[in-house]
């Protein structure tokens, strides 16, 4: 009785032996010859020839309509473009100009330059676009007004430009329009008055007055005047109930009437 159960263990180690060492079915012995084989990465001939049931298979499909049992590493390749630089081309054409910018701020002001050199003169211009006109004249005989308006001419001539002056009339005539300068200067008589205007045709403008006195003197009227072409300017020697009289003699000039143009009026 005892004989025959130590032979039922032994025969039932016997037969548990084989089950837990060896493999228990060809597919299980294939999958470790395949696992222990050594694959590259990078060739896939080398992939598994069926489908994997790995959890997190590649999603790319390679040879077969397979997929790999892992994932494949993505390669991006760099190129180091110093080594492969070649010879300077040619130089290109100008592009077009851009739009202008914004103005900028004005710069500050620079040093004064050197002076220049003097250039040379102008044309001369034409002699009728040069506006002159003065006259200067003087009387050497004394005058007693023997009516009540007398106009007083003069005998001697320092200036006349252009004949502006006429010297028989004893006025001077506007030829060339604009601000006018003039100038009286009168010898008194002893003991006679001297009464005397400056004339814009007929409208008497300013006066040149002396009293009576046994001491006679120098008088002196000026006026500016504007003119208009064909203006009269003279002298008129104006008598009231007392003698009028101007001094002179035929050595000396004591009487003296000046006008020159200082602002023509130019179109």
Known sequence: MVARRLLGHVLLFIFLTPTTGAPSSEPIEEETSIQAKCVRCCDPYEYPVRPTTEANPSSIPHHGG??????????????????????????????????????????LR?????????????????????????????????????????????????????????????????????????????????????YLHIMKNDQDMVICYAQPSDRSIMQSQSIMLELQENDEVWVRLYKRERENAVYSDDVDVYVTFNGYLIKPYID
């Open 66 to 107: 397979y997929y790999p049992p892992y994932p494949m590493p993505q390669i991006h390749p760099h190129i180091n473009i110093t080594i492969l630089k070649g010879e300077k081309g040619d130089r290109g054409d100008r592009g077009p100009h851009g739009k202008l910018g914004k103005e900028g701020p004005v710069g």
């Open 110 to 194: 620079g040093p004064t330059g050197s002076k220049g050199d003097v250039g040379q003169a102008g044309i001369p211009g034409d002699s009728y676009k040069q506006h002159y006109s003065a006259f200067s004249v003087g009387r050497k005989k004394g005058l007693h007004s023997s009516d009540y308006y007398q106009i007083l001419v003069f005998d001697t001539t320092f200036v006349n430009l252009f004949g502006h002056f006429n010297m028989f009339k004893g006025k001077f005539y506007c030829y060339v329009p604009g601000i006018y300068y003039f100038n009286l200067n009168i010898h008194t008589w002893n003991f006679k008055e001297t």
